[in-house]
DNA sequence: TTGATGTAGTAAAACGATTTACTATAACCA
DNA sequence: TGGTTATAGTAAATCGTTTTACTACATCAA
């Protein structure tokens, strides 16, 4: 049983192709369809349930209604939310996501944009890694709308989406210090993108502007994609051998793990010793003690995208770039 | 700047579309195609950097290389962790999933299913709710290989791959009655799907096996998408009225709705209060003390939903459903 | 020499829509 | 009356592939 195709449809209502296309497309009174003709194909429509092809659709007019989805890794918390939020105001639009994750690497993100190219997306939502720049270029040569989120690539004019992350850092270890902390350690990644380095900026200039050493013996550089045991023992070892009285964690997976270690040790997390994890996660609430955290406004990070992604693919002429910052929140537990 | 078509190849190395095309599908020994003009034709392919276009060749051949992926919420962590997986298995098998989340809702997942009919998606994964068997019905007719997984549908017959949700449950109760507790309690959901029904089921049947009362107080069905806050206020009144020694959480969304309200009304998880949740979630390794849970295997299921649509899609003739039913596994932490 | 077989390749139809340029009739006005 | 405009609609080109059916020539066997 294969698909009803327009020609089924205008046939059945003894009229042209070109007549039911009018119609579906809404364009039947600027092309003084008549009312009578408009009702009875739609009616046809309606009752044998027939659906464009999408696919013959987008050859024709070389768009899919499809949004590229590029992030590092779709199972992570913050990244899965996001995609959620993404694609519930993406879907409400009449667009569709298509998503793939990257694992940090270069080769993979750059097949993924070529898959995407080829499957004619209309516009690129992308977490990128550094090493991207010119893929991305090609794209936005092409005149292609592209979002960056989460992290930027500096050397890219385009538009980005993303938190406030050296304020979020710096109000962190504020926050520390206010608490009488001395010896503060970061755990962070050693991803290459402006969004962490930012946070480890902030960390520093928090520490300066209150007049405390910056010491690099308490930032612990995770590499990216090493397995959890390492991270794990690395991490142990930081927090055994230095008199560390507070920790930031720079992701919410390297907090996860941290909590583990510390559980592991019987580190308890109290006055003596604070935490404050980056983008939180339901384990940080319900952890005993509650683990403070800087919350990214997934809400907003995911309409502000939406809102730039539709407004580049509604005007013609090329929009300004835009750079949007908001505001992480430092939300305080015990 | 256009993209290159196959007939840009043709005239650069000056032979017909048909020969381009049976050069890139692999098709040139066959055809006999001299070795000369593969070569030369590969060549230019290569240094103008060609890609086929994926929706051309789509309405051409009637597949898209694209597997649909229905769940209930991708920013759920067991869903998402399942996306991940098969995501990645797929891309290697050089499929692309496009996914979306249907809230539950039947006119959702309805739109869902039409949605990826339009875009001839070859394969549809599907994590169904009740009231969608005839959609599902009619892809079946249609030849398309469908997989239902986590949930099944009893009234149609097609692939499934879950985990034993009647025997984790069973377990579960077991562990418990073993401890000593009496008072046992299931906080579960009120979806009407099998794979929750037979959560209740090996509940019942453990307290029957072990000679305790079955109480209808103690079992709370929640509503499925009602507000978090109604929920929680609802365990408060169950923790609270009963005199209840253990609980089992249908869900793990439950489960963390469920240690919210006992950490809110201070009560204590240990000897006197057991507890084990359903589907495995950072949250819980890292709670304090450690919550037990029942872990489905998801690497598994994930393989197993691969190599059925890769069998499916690869033969021509249709395969016999198969219903794969994979062990969970009840992991006791303290 | 003829018919069969193999080699090397091509022309054109098809997939299912959109869109441009066109026709035919009616209505209107000066 | 004839020219213009509005109304109602259609034929055919097009998007970029795949695939079927074909041609043209060479070789071989009988």
Known sequence: ?????????????????????????????????????????????????????????????????????????????????????????AYKRGYKIIYSSTENSIAKAQELINMFKSRKVDAYIISPIKGLEEDIQILLNDDKPVILFDRNLPDLSTNYV??????????????FIEQGKKKIALVTTDIDVQQITERLEGYKKALVDYGLPYDESLVLKIHFNQDEKDTIS???????????DAVLFATNYLAISGLKVLKQIKKQIGADFSVIAYDD?????????G?????????????????LILS???????????????????????
Chains 1, 2 share one sequence.
């Open 1 to 89: 049983m294969k698909a009803l195709s327009i020609k089924d449809i205008a046939v059945k209502a003894n009229v042209s192709i070109t007549t039911v296309s009018f119609i579906i497309n809404g364009k039947a009174k600027e092309k003084s369809i008549s009312e009578a003709v408009i009702e009875k194909v739609e009616k046809i429509i309606e009752e044998s349930g027939y659906k464009p092809n999408q696919i013959a659709r987008s050859l024709r007019t070389g768009n899919s209604n499809i949004i590229g989805l590029i992030v590092e890794d779709i199972s992570n918390s913050f990244f899965a939310k996001i995609a959620r939020l993404i694609e519930d105001k």
């Open 162 to 175: 993303g938190a406030n992350h050296f304020s979020a850092s710096y109000q962190s270890i504020e926050n």
């Open 291 to 307: 683990i403070s955290t800087v919350q990214q406004p997934l809400e907003e990070i995911a309409e502000n995208v939406i809102q």
């Open 312 to 334: 580049q693919l509604s005007s013609k002429s090329k929009l300004p770039n835009q750079q949007i910052i908001i505001p992480a929140k430092l939300i305080l537990r015990d």
């Open 234 to 244: 690395q991490m142990e070892s930081l927090f055994k051998d230095q008199q560390i």
């Open 281 to 289: 996660h339901e384990a940080f609430e319900l952890h005993t003690p």
